[in-house]
């Protein structure tokens, strides 16, 4: 790998979105967590992403997450409701 194409004078500001589709990318062909954070960041400047963001979105891809958008849990209500303990 070359040397980073970041350049102080860069100030190309990648959305959120675009870094995720990198990350998927980057898993997808075997990439490290450490390199792909790495590559990111030597590409886009520092600070653009982190080892543990990367390594969460990995564990994401890899439970079959295939959106690259943040999405709330949805609560089962039926379920949540249910008290901790047996009363009988």
């Keep these: 790998m ?3 194409c970041y350049h102080a004078t ?3 500001e990648m959305d ?3 870094i995720r589709a990198i990350i998927f990318c980057e ?3 075997g990439t490290s967590v450490s390199e792909t954070t790495a590559k990111i960041n030597d590409a886009f ?3 653009t992403t982190n080892y543990r963001t990367v390594y969460n979105w990995y564990k ?3 439970n079959g997450e295939r959106s690259f958008d943040i999405r709330r849990a949805v609560v089962d209500q039926s379920t949540s409701m249910k008290p901790l303990y047996d009363e009988s």
Aim: hydrophobic share 15%.
């Design 2 to 4: 070359g040397g980073p």
């Design 10 to 12: 860069d100030r190309v």
């Design 16 to 18: 959120k979105w675009s």
């Design 27 to 29: 898993q997808h062909h």
């Design 45 to 47: 400047g520092p600070d």
């Design 60 to 62: 994401r891809f890899d």
